[in-house]
């Protein structure tokens, strides 16, 4: 989130589209009832079903599932043919005016460079033209065609109400009406919040799905103000900080980047972050990515980390490949490249897609190792459970360690909200049986694999044996070691540039934020955006002042909330270009006439002149950007793709399937299907009494929603003879479930370019293990596909075939 | 923190004996010890509280657990959970899924012993910590040293291992997720990702 739970509080219009907070997250979603109580707050929810949060809405629109890009195109086209833009926040803060080179271009679908055989483009031309000065050419007026505003409202003119109804099955009058609620927002004291989640994410273009909407919120002068921002209500309760601290294939903790094997040194890696300014006067606080990569290989490896090695730079692996995804992981395994696997605390029969080959890859591994409190199917993949799981067990040659580990309830340490809240918590008892904590468990097998390359040699064993382990117990390393690691501390004394007579951090102390970090090995830190949560004033993490002067919302002693203890991104973009409040009563920051202050802590050096320094500090532009660039693989601006599987073609482009660059394996295409032979849209999603795979061993959960269904219309159960609560069967070609049929008025048939559509709901709780009764789950029916930019899997877009059946044989 | 406070000194007052005294002052005479014969303690009398974060979705509701027993010697259990009235973003609600978490912290699938299953097995058998982990550790350095990547084909070092990959989880703690990244990566894998990417 740009923004907080808390902070909801504050809008005029809430916008649900791409999650259900009222089921998935109820009570965050008490901040949309107080701020409709409260405010006289509007909430729009638009989705194909009618959610429980559509039904405490004040305007429901439908959508078939996977056309939200055009649907939000359709918005912003909305938004300008009716002038309904907060112009001086456009023009001020987004980069409207700068010329975009002359080759750029879009055409049927696809952008400039496009390269059908690897399905990507050469970006080169999807840039700014930059002028002799070394800085981008603008064009205030607004007036070149070849200016962002300019070509974004030629690529947003095709998405009109007509093309929105007949691409999204949108009526046009409701579309018009969500269109004309939201385009009220582009007054200055007028705010709309975005409220996502899976929803969006789950698309082979779910990155396109979010940052579109993020540049409506843009238009309408919405990012950085309360009540407004981009708000991913994310999914675990720590998915927040797994993603701080990088851990995915590509990253390094504070979000950094693993190297490429073209970087050959430290010298190549760090000269494409060089982050140089691209408009006077601006932050580009990236300039500083050298002392937070530096500090972090101190923190890795303490004393082995030197100016001589570069800083370890070689200790770090080498990606020849974007990214070592989850589904990257399993097409290896499926195709006898990866022999061995660890799921700590993850559930992947159930959780990714296509389980067909989930199964079939599991069962090549030589070893899986298992870290939960819970029994999972994973666990078990091997085990023959009849329809359920409908394994050789024989057969299947894998060893499977299963770790018992401890829960919350037994742990110490922070989870990250959603709104970047850091939170401490305490154990209160202790793991059951001989369960130990994860911690242990990591410790226990780093000190194995270090003996046996101490006593044995092997390959590259350097960074092993030159991990950095200063913890007290070395066997059962503590939650605040690693915390105060995180936060970071002085190597040596770090003496004032100026006066060096003077210390300002004390060796071995920490360091008060990530400001004190440096280039030059003086100081660890093991994730620079926590920096400050354990200063030497303790704690930051576990501060409980509930106390929130003028109810802002900001709660600004609660908790730490990251980076430097920011409660809401981008807040200097609340005030105007003189630095007063675009709307007095929702004042965040604001420019006294030498600095910067008020309820949030600025998001900007607090004496920066607002004239001088734009409020996007990450951004070299300093502005934001409504034309991104060749940062995402499948274009600077959003474009309508339809998922693999649609249930119409292309309406916008006829020839495409799917987006024309995200990656398919060549073993999975053929289990693609259409919609002759599978003419259902199906869509999966969560319920308000079950959490993931974990509550189905929860007794009480169990109790209220025991068994597996699918959500069906009135409309298809009667074409198909389908009766309430009767059985059904659901196939496509990765596989087929037997399923009780919800039928409901909460679905709807839709009609898409002439075409009847009908949704098939599918809900995603059961296995075979747990208090709950024995089912299946959608992800044996989705492809295996995933979004461009990040390999999110298409979950929520798929096709299927349905009928009435007797049920399976061992219900 | 006042509230807390307030709170123990009232159920500190809670026990039957006081009871008894205060309604004897009363002088409501048998059919009150007959009723107070009924009482029984207060159930989170001399309990611990400790503060927590629900572990479902990311809205992170405070909750707080009150438990029996000596988390240092070993002995403290669970037995009560409600919602945190002091937390600013639940108030002190939980959801459907929050309420119900003592069923959770005592499932009966909560596993409590290490166990393996060998090649070809239908059952898993329990093994010690020590079996477990030595066995792993050698598997990972078996596969490692057969498949570790020193240099690409240009010379380049690239000290991969593409073999062996690694799914974290996405409702560990930060502390967890950090020392988790430090193993791994020390080790050179490059297939490690969590829930963030589904």
């Known amino acids: 989130m740009t923004n907080s739970w808390t902070d909801i509080r504050n809008t005029d219009l809430v916008v649900i589209m791409g999650g259900n907070a009222a089921e998935a997250h109820p009570c965050g979603f008490k901040w949309v009832t107080e701020a409709k109580a409260n405010r006289g707050a509007k909430l729009i929810v638009i989705d194909p079903r009618y959610t429980r949060s559509a039904s405490v809405s004040d305007y429901y629109a439908p959508i078939r599932q996977g056309t939200d890009i055009a649907f939000l195109l359709g918005v912003i086209n909305y938004c300008i043919e009716n002038d309904k833009v907060q112009w001086d926040y456009v023009r001020a803060f987004t980069n409207a005016a700068y010329l975009i080179k002359d080759g750029f271009a879009y055409q049927d679908g696809l952008f400039t460079g496009y390269d059908a055989e690897k399905r990507d483009y050469d970006r080169t031309t999807w840039d700014y033209q930059i002028g002799d000065d070394g800085y981008v050419v603008t064009d205030e007026t607004l007036r070149n065609p070849r200016c962002v505003w300019n070509l974004l409202k030629e690529h947003a003119s095709v998405y009109t109400p007509e093309m929105v109804e007949r691409i999204c099955g949108t009526p046009k009058d409701k579309f018009l009406r969500v269109a004309e609620m939201i385009s009220e927002c582009s007054t200055p004291t007028k705010t709309m919040t975005s409220m996502y989640a899976l929803g969006w994410t789950q698309h082979s273009k779910g990155s396109q799905n979010i940052r579109t909407m993020a540049m409506l919120q843009l238009i309408l002068g919405n990012i950085g103000v309360r009540g407004g921002g981009m708000n991913a209500l994310r999914g675990h309760s720590n998915i927040q900080g797994l993603t701080d601290i990088g851990l995915m294939s590509n990253l390094i903790p504070g979000y950094l980047n693993i190297p490429t094997e073209k970087e050959v040194d430290y010298a190549t890696y760090i000269s494409s972050r060089g982050f140089k300014p691209l408009r006077p006067n601006q932050v580009s606080y990236w300039q500083n990515y050298p002392k937070f990569f530096i500090s972090f290989q101190k923190a890795m490896w303490g004393s082995a980390a030197t100016p001589q090695n570069d800083f370890a730079y070689h200790y770090l692996p080498k990606l020849d490949l974007a990214a070592y995804d989850v589904l990257r992981a399993f097409e290896m395994m499926d195709q006898g490249q990866m022999f061995g696997y660890f799921c700590q605390g993850f559930n992947p029969l159930l959780s990714f897609p296509d389980r067909g080959k989930i199964t079939r890859a599991l069962s090549k591994l030589d070893y899986l190792v298992i870290m939960d409190p819970l029994e999972t199917e994973t666990a078990r993949f091997w085990e023959n459970h009849g329809e359920f799981n409908d394994v050789d067990t024989a057969s299947i040659q894998t060893e499977v360690y299963q770790l018992p580990t401890s829960c919350f309830a037994e742990d110490e340490g922070a989870l990250v909200n959603s709104g970047r809240w850091l939170q401490w918590h305490w154990p209160a008892q202790n793991p059951p049986g001989d369960a130990r904590q994860d911690t242990w468990i990591m410790a226990q097998l780093y000190q194995r694999l270090k003996k046996l390359y101490q006593e044995e040699g092997g390959k590259f064993a350097d960074p092993i044996l030159n991990l950095h382990w200063p913890y007290a117990d070395p066997e059962d390393p503590k939650a605040d070691e690693m915390a105060r690691e995180m936060n970071g501390y002085a190597v040596t004394d770090l003496r004032d540039p100026n006066d060096p007579t003077k210390v300002l951090v004390e060796a071995g102390k920490q360091v008060p934020g990530f400001a004190a970090l440096r280039d030059d090995g003086s100081t660890a830190c093991g994730n620079w955006i926590y920096s400050g949560s354990f200063t030497d004033a303790g704690n930051n993490m576990a501060r409980r002042d509930n106390n929130d002067p003028d109810d802002t919302g900001a709660y600004l002693n609660w908790a730490f909330s990251w980076p430097a203890n920011r409660r809401i991104l981008y807040n200097r973009a609340s005030a105007d270009l003189d630095g007063k409040a675009w709307d007095p009563s929702r004042k965040l920051i604001e420019w006294d006439g030498t600095k910067w202050a008020g309820y949030d802590v600025p998001d900007i050096p607090p004496t920066s002149n607002p004239r001088d320094v734009g409020p996007f500090i990450m951004n070299p532009e300093g502005q934001s950007r409504l034309f991104s660039r060749g940062m995402m693989r499948d274009g600077p601006f959003p474009a309508h793709y339809e998922p693999f599987e649609a249930p119409i073609a292309n309406v916008v482009a006829p020839a495409i399937r799917g987006n024309p660059v995200a990656r398919v394996f060549e073993s999975d295409r053929e289990h693609f299907g259409d919609a002759e032979e599978f003419p259902y849209a199906a869509t999966s999603y969560r319920l308000t009494e079950h959490f993931h795979y974990w509550t189905k061993h929860v007794w009480v959960n169990a109790v209220l929603q025991p068994e597996f269904f699918v959500e069906i219309s009135e409309e298809l159960a009667a074409e198909k003879g389908i009766e309430k609560g009767g059985w059904c069967r659901v196939w496509n070609k990765r596989g087929s479930v037997h399923a009780k049929a919800v039928v409901t008025k909460r679905i709807q048939p839709l009609v898409c370019d002439g075409k009847p559509v009908h949704i098939v709901g599918i809900p995603l709780h059961w296995g075979f293990t747990g208090a709950a009764k024995n089912g299946m789950g959608p992800n044996s029916l989705t492809p295996f596909v995933g979004d461009a930019n990040i390999e999110t899997p298409e979950f929520k877009a798929f096709l299927v075939n349905i009928e009435r059946s007797d049920g399976p044989a061992t219900a | ?198």
């Open chain 2, 1 to 198: 923190m006042n509230m807390e406070i307030s709170r123990r000194s009232f159920l500190k007052g809670v026990g039957a004996g006081v009871a008894v005294t205060t309604l004897g002052a009363f002088g409501f005479g048998e059919a009150e010890a007959a009723f107070v014969e009924g009482l029984r303690p207060y159930k989170l009398a001399g309990t611990t509280e400790t503060r927590n974060t629900c572990p479902y979705c990311s809205v992170a509701c405070g909750v707080i657990i009150y438990s029996k027993g000596d988390i240092t010697q070993g002995t403290a259990e669970a037995i009560h959970l409600e919602g945190d009235v002091d937390h600013p973003t639940n108030r002190g609600t939980l959801c459907p899924k929050g309420a119900a978490l003592m069923d959770f912290i005592k499932a009966e699938t909560r596993l409590t012993k290490p166990k393996v299953r060998r090649p070809g097995s239908d059952r898993f058998e329990e093994v010690s910590w020590s079996e477990a982990l030595d066995g792993i550790a050698r598997r990972m350095k078996d596969d490692r040293d057969a498949n570790f990547i020193e240099r690409n084909m240009d010379g380049v070092p690239v000290n991969r291992w593409t073999t062996t990959g690694f799914l974290a989880a996405s409702a560990t703690t930060n502390e967890t997720a950090y020392l988790t990244y430090k193993v791994v990566r020390s080790t050179g894998i490059v297939a490690f990702d969590n829930q963030a990417r589904v």
